[in-house]
Nanobody
Framework: QIQLVQSGGGVVQTGDSLRLSCAAW????????GAWFRQAPGKEREFVAA????????EYTSSVQGRFTISKDNAKKTLYLQMNDLKSEDTGIYYC????????????????WGQGSQVTVST
């Protein structure tokens, strides 16, 4: 059993940076792949980024490629999402998730989920 607790988020301006954290409670976090999803107002939840259990592979949705960086610290049992050059279209609720399996289709990913963090990018 893993519990994920998110922190970070907030209101920023276009071009700013923000880092989301997802801290895990449970002894097996190291063995899980991690991912971030987001849900914009009125839209379905979408995949943002994912990382393998040992950080040897990452994947991003095209709209955040080059701006966002996902990382995983197994010693600290924490998943991160560094978001740079934020745009208004990045606004939404961001969720972290972990799963034993890494790979698309991402809509099937997520054995455990964080509670969500609101990110609002204002112009």
């Amino acid at each position: 059993q893993i519990q994920l607790v998110q922190s970070g988020g907030g209101v920023v301006q276009t071009g700013d940076s923000l880092r989301l954290s997802c801290a895990a409670w449970g002894d097996t976090f190291y063995a899980f792949a991690g991912a971030w999803f987001r849900q914009a107002p009125g839209k379905e939840r979408e995949f943002v980024a994912a990382i393998t259990w040992n950080s040897d592979k990452v994947e991003y949705t095209s709209s955040v490629q080059g701006r966002f960086t996902i990382s995983k610290d197994n010693a600290k049992k924490t998943l991160y999402l560094q978001m740079n050059d934020l745009k208004s279209e990045d606004t939404g609720i961001y969720y972290c998730a972990v799963d034993e399996h890494f790979g698309s289709p991402w809509n099937g990913f997520g054995e455990y989920w964080g509670q969500g963090s609101q990110v609002t990018v204002s112009t």
